[in-house]
């Protein structure tokens, strides 16, 4: 009982020394500990969680313990408490945490800022009441207090951090090799508090500084729309970006399990047997599957406007929903997100996470036309990672590491079934006329072989290929029913994913100068593709889907 006592009575003095310090941390911790509890639903709790928040701890305790006099302290450290409120905003709004991904969308497009306060002036001012409140409280209750300072607790936890951060670093490094890559991938994954929003803002710096004169080549760059046909009456396009999806595993394909069971019931879907990427890598083959100029000619891709800004020129309301994180491994596509009107991050979340706002979305104004792009986690390594437990269908048959992998992956195809499905279901419910394109951005190996591959950027018959449909609604214009009939046609011959931007144009009936008919898959002068693509440094002219 004496020790009981004892134990209540110490807490307690600390508690009364340190309540103010609890204030503080509380709120700089917040961003974190509500994006952890709202998106419990849309991803599994891993390593990097515990990682941030141990980090997280690690810091503030390195803070506590680095000057007895912690007002003096907390009042350099503003500009911090600033970023967490703009970090609480993004979790209580967007269920995003103040990324890279809107650090670039700030230095980007800071001339919207005028369009986004308006909007969100209600949801801004309490967030900074919150700040008023906790930041208030914290430095009264620090103005004139001497707290206990201990040297050797702080280079203990100084200690801890190098070492946490060093054991990251150690791991990106055998994953990416020792290099600039693994730098930015570190500071990628710090999302720590509150030192991590530092780290954000050096990858943010390194994107932009690394492409501001790309950014201003492409800002420069002209949209103009040539004609518009009166025969297309498409309010609603949908554009989703898949991620490492292979046709070998979707029974859609011919794969004998029933990985895509929702969208072989699915009317008005235009599938492609012999459909290649670009680029066996997401950086390329993105902005390749967005843009109308060839993969040979990469320095127009990368120096003029997407497709996102033809349809903002055409009248469009752009959207961009993404699950990808803003990294360096992502080239220009965060670039490509900026020209949309709307974006919005789920990082770290299952690929259903954007479900929710993609219903307010089609749900908005109904005089507006829409055109939404969707770029999603998919099949993305780890592959357990990408599905929620109840798609945990398919189990390897043995414990081989390639049948364990195999079936995770397939859960993944199950997973991304059931999304694309319920993004298809909704527009029809919209009653909208609507036209849905996926394509994946490359395919995967999956130790297929002696070789014993894994993942992409090989070339060859297992990461060139890809999974890819078009989907229209019953209500498109009798014209566009029959121009879609010509997509039968080409289930069966080669193309390539450079293709789909010409043939959305065509469906939509918006045109621009650099459209090209014999890209496109709904005119008579398409020619078949030879699959050009990239392929490390070099280009390689053709893809044989045969000798492969």
Known sequence: MKNSAKIIDYSSKILKAEWPNLVLWSYLLSPLIVRTLTN??????????????????????????????????????????????????????????????????????????????????????????????????????????????NKGIFVLVVSALLVGYGAYFYKTVKLNSLGKSAVMDLLAKDQSTP????????????????????????RESDVKITSMSDQSNIETIVFVIGESSRPHNWSLYGYNKETTPNLGKQAGIFKFNNICTTAPYTSFAVPSMLSLEPIWDWESIVSTKSLV????????MTYWLSVQEV????????????????????????????????????????????????????????????????????????NSFK??????????????????????????????????????????NMMDDSRGLLGHGIGNKYDLPVSAFIWASDNVSSQQSLKLLK?????????????????????????????????????????SSKCPHLLGAGYVPSFDFDTH
């Open 403 to 444: 049948d364990k992998i195999t079936a995770e992956y397939d859960n993944s195809i199950l997973y991304a079934d059931w999304l694309l499905s319920a993004i298809i279901d909704q527009l029809k419910l919209s009653k909208k006329p609507s036209v849905l394109f996926y394509s994946s951005d490359h395919g995967e």
């Open 40 to 149: 419990y639903q849309y991803s599994k709790i891993d390593l990097l969680v515990f990682y941030t928040l141990g980090m997280s701890v690690l810091w503030l305790l390195a803070i506590r313990f680095i000057s007895s006099n912690q007002f003096k302290v907390h009042i350099i450290l503003l500009p911090f408490y600033l970023l967490a409120a703009v970090d609480l905003f993004l979790v209580l709004n967007f269920n995003s945490k103040l990324t890279a991904a809107y650090m670039f969308i700030g230095l980007t497009n800071h001339k919207e800022a005028s369009e986004f306060l308006p909007t969100y002036w209600q949801s801004i001012s309490i967030v900074l009441v919150i700040f008023v409140i906790c930041y208030g409280a914290g430095l009264i209750g620090l103005h004139k207090r001497e707290l206990y300072k």
């Open 487 to 527: 997509l039968r046609e080409r289930e069966s011959q080669k193309i390539s994913i450079s293709s789909l931007p010409h043939t959305l144009l065509n469906i939509t009936g918006v045109f621009t100068s650099r459209y090209k008919s014999p890209d496109d898959l709904l005119s008579d002068d398409f020619v």
């Open 195 to 218: 030192v991590g929003y530092l780290s954000q803002m050096a990858l943010t710096a390194n994107l932009y500084l690394g492409t501001e004169k790309l950014i201003k080549r492409r």
């Open 309 to 316: 800004s033809i349809y903002r020129a055409a009248g469009y």
């Open 327 to 398: 990294d360096s491994f992502g080239g220009i596509i965060p670039q490509i997100a900026a020209e949309a009107q709307y974006r919005q991050y789920f990082e770290r979340s299952y690929d259903g996470a954007l479900i929710s706002e993609y219903e307010k979305i089609l749900k908005k104004s109904d005089t507006e036309k829409k055109a939404i792009f969707i770029h999603v986690k998919g099949s993305h390594f780890e592959y357990s990672r990408r599905y929620p437990e109840h798609f945990d269908k398919f189990q390897p048959s043995t």
